[in-house]
């Protein structure tokens, strides 16, 4: 879990805009978000918590957890972030929608790929997928 703590400035973004609309984000706030080249800060606490911050966005959890939170485009979301090979694996759900967000150090920068499935998480219903991809280095 050391290796993800520290700040992390974007450098790169691969299809944000269009992961953006597909969850649902309004013109006007993807137009803002999408030119954003934000900070990420994780820290580690002694009590076992970790903290994710984001210029909008503050998340502080355990791992194997769940935790709400809400989202800067105001989504009421239920969390639950945990280690799995080495990778930071983030499900968020809310309503009948679910974001899965694997962040992965890889040399000296974070790489996080969100992938967005936008349907009720039933079988009986159709799916929508969109995915992208931030990079981020020291």
Sequence with gaps: ?????????????ENFDEFLKAVGVGFAIRQVVSRLKPTLTITLGGDGTVNIK????????????????????????????????GKLHHSQKWEDKEIIVEREVTGDR???????????????????????????TV
Excluded: Y
């Design 54 to 85: 984001l210029p909008q966005s503050d998340m502080t959890f355990k791992l194997g957890e769940e935790f709400e939170h809400t989202s800067a485009d105001k989504r009421t979301t239920k969390n639950v972030i945990t280690l799995n090979n």
């Design 110 to 136: 974070l790489v996080t790929v969100s992938i967005s499935t936008l349907s009720a998480l039933s079988s009986s219903s159709s799916s929508t997928s969109s995915s992208s991809s931030l990079s981020f």
């Design 1 to 13: 879990m050391e290796k993800f703590a520290g700040s992390w400035k974007c450098v790169e973004s």
